[in-house]
């Protein structure tokens, strides 16, 4: 994905080495009419870490990172190089409340109610999503159940895929643990066999890696699944947005995301089980 920014210094910060990681970016929801939230990072003195690993560590997918660094190494990044950081983001549309997922950004949204007294926030993660053939149902729906240490009973469409050479086939039962696709932490949305949870290939989150599903890093998953209560509202959508609406003349603007749409209406598949 190739990104666009302009941006003028007060919205890309530098930093001198890569910092800890910030999982769950969390900003105020803002109260101007504009749309957009964030800011636009530059980090440097990257040691012997990836660019995957710097992905990871600022909660951003494969394809933004990758996008916002032409050029740049995935594997081998420049270790005193200038890494930028898309962590400048287009809110969906409105209505911003419960979950709202964006397929053709890869990025999940989660608006919390706010408590009395309180400003009201978002939180947001970067996703893998389905690949070809395996779409996700777009559309309303809500957070079902919640299952920690989850286990997977691996619907029979997925077992029958044409496996790789040498690659042995699936069983019909995976067993929690740290083997398990879905990870330790699982969200049931209505939609049938679709789960918004972890994995234990993070990796893919920002790619087109799933069977419907949508894939957290680890960390966010926990973090989201503590946060996140039953009955909590969400809506899938597929939308090419452009750019944001800012109160602040200093703009972001970002090419129209570059994938497919869906185009598959709300409906339940009724798989047998979830479709990591």
């Not at 299952?147 to 469409?157: E, G, N, Q, T």
């Not at 932490?185 to 419907?212: C, D, E, M, Q, Y």
Request: aromatic share 8%; charged share 20%.
């Amino acid at each position: 994905m190739t990104l666009r920014y302009t941006a003028t210094a007060a919205l890309v910060a530098v930093a001198a080495c890569v910092a800890p990681a910030l999982y769950g970016a969390t900003f105020a929801l803002p109260n101007d009419g504009s749309t957009g939230v964030g800011r636009v990072r530059v980090v440097t003195d990257i040691g012997r870490s990836t660019l995957l690993d710097v992905a990871r560590r600022y909660d951003v997918g494969y394809e933004e990172i990758a996008g916002a660094n032409p050029g740049v190494s995935v594997w081998l990044p420049p270790a005193n190089g200038r890494i930028v950081i898309p962590t400048r983001f287009v809110l969906p549309e409105r209505p911003w409340t419960g979950i709202v997922v964006n397929l053709r950004e890869r990025r999940l949204y989660y608006f919390p109610q706010a408590k009395k007294g309180e400003a009201p926030q978002v939180m947001t993660y970067p996703l893998g999503i389905a690949r070809e053939g395996w779409p996700t149902p777009l559309g309303r729906t809500a957070i079902v159940a919640k299952y920690r240490d989850p286990a997977w009973l691996v619907p029979k469409s997925i077992r029958d895929e044409p496996r790789e050479p040498g690659e042995p086939a699936l069983p019909a039962y995976v067993p929690p643990g740290p083997d398990n696709p879905m990870g330790l932490h699982a969200l049931k949305t209505g939609f049938g066999g679709i789960f918004i949870h972890g994995t234990n290939r993070p990796w893919g989150v920002g790619l087109r890696v799933s069977h419907g599903c949508l894939h957290l890093y680890p960390e966010d998953a926990a973090e989201l699944f503590a946060r996140v209560p039953v009955g909590t509202p969400v809506r899938i959508v597929d939308e090419p947005r452009v750019a944001a609406v800012l109160a602040d003349p200093a703009a972001i603007a970002a090419e129209p995301y570059p994938y497919a749409p869906y185009g598959v209406e709300a409906n339940d598949a009724r798989a047998p089980g979830a479709q990591p």
